[in-house]
């Protein structure tokens, strides 16, 4: 893609950055009404930190995706297919989408216009512990992206790139994947334990509700 052109395709070349600055940077792109998926582990609860205003309020078009791994992006993609007017971003730790990578070459065959992936790769499964993930020792999760079909996949160089490749994902259409390498930063808050609230406020907050 040409306007992918500046933009690294190995997480090489890749800044180490840091998930709740790049997630706040995210939310605050955010015109309102995109949905935003979170998947399990610490992108989850610094979606929820970033999420969260000064008064306490909290953004309303957030799932949170609280109990198995590599769900983010096929709840993102039914959001997407159910409100293909809607922007979707579903937002996934390394280890998460490596446990199911055959979404992306879904995605990919259905073509979603609507939807952007961001992988947080901090090379391990932090929230149980800090295992080493297959990033750590090669796996490229842009590469593989590209290879499932994926072809409007990058890695953000830094943050100033990440920003740029938000804003690319919030306007032209996708599928878009955004892979970010990410530190060993721990979340800056937890997300609420309350799965049936988190349903009906995410239903509330996308108007089927
Ligand atoms: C199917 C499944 N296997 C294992 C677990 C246990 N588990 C929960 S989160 C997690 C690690 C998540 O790693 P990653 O997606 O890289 O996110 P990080 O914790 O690094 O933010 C594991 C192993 C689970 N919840 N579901």
Known sequence: MAHLANHPATRAA?????RFDLTQRMVALLRQDEAVIGGIGYTNFDL??????????????NFYMLGSMGLAVPIAMGVAIAQ???????????????????????VASRGQKNLAIVIMDNGAYQITGGQATHTETGSDIVAIARASGLAQSAWAADEAAFEELIRLALT??????????ID???????????????????MRGIGVR
């Open 184 to 202: 060993a930063g721990k979340p800056r808050d937890t997300t609420e334990r309350d799965p049936a609230r988190i349903r009906d406020q995410f």
């Open 48 to 61: 929820w930190a970033a999420s969260t205003r000064a008064d306490g309020s909290r953004r309303t078009q």
């Open 84 to 106: 293909p007017a809607r922007r979707v971003i579903a937002l996934e730790g390394d280890g998460s989408i490596l446990m199911q990578l055959g979404a992306l070459g879904t």
């Open 172 to 181: 032209e259409d996708g599928p878009w994947l955004i892979g970010c390498r």
């Open 14 to 18: 890749a800044k180490v950055m840091n």
